[in-house]
């Protein structure tokens, strides 16, 4: 699978895991306002839907340019370290704000779900590539041209 069928596939199954799994989170660090927690997990997933779309089509540029193909742990590693970064500049001021915290109290919360994201995001990628294979971007360039053909 390649192209944007693929990311619209990864999106959603990603974001889908994530609100349920940032909800159960955002809530015990809330006191058990389900409701806020579900609200900022919400508006998480979407900012992270675009995201996500945005860095990976970016990431997958870079990739594309590497002389080194396939998807090592470093890669990996760096693939994740990334998208969680731009995602803790957005959502901290919106966590402090929705949740009514401190910028420093809102960080404090987001950092239990950068380390809980870092393990998902590389795991999900991990389980998505075996599933359903590697991205043009990663292949070694003969296999790459091949599938862009099909």
């Known amino acids: 699978m390649q192209g944007i069928r693929r990311k619209i ?3 959603l199954l990603f974001e889908g895991l994530a609100i349920a799994m940032t909800t159960t989170g955002l809530s015990a660090m809330a006191h058990g306002e389900t409701g ?6 919400v508006v998480s997933a979407l900012v992270a839907v675009g995201w996500n779309l945005t860095y990976n089509t970016l990431f997958e540029r870079w990739e594309a340019r590497q002389t080194k193909r396939g998807r090592d742990l470093a890669r990996r590693v760096a693939h994740a370290a990334g ?8 959502l901290v001021p919106f966590f402090a704000w929705w949740l009514g915290v401190s910028l420093v109290e809102a960080f404090v919360m987001d950092l239990g779900l950068i380390a809980f994201f870092l393990v998902y ?8 590539d075996r599933a359903f294979g590697l991205p043009a971007s990663a292949l070694p360039i003969a296999d790459a041209e091949s599938s862009r053909t099909r």
């Open 83 to 90: 998208f969680e970064g731009g995602l803790v500049v957005m």
């Open 9 to 11: 596939v990864y999106v």
């Open 36 to 41: 806020r927690a579900g609200v900022a997990a």
């Open 121 to 128: 995001t590389y795991l999900f990628n991990l389980a998505f």
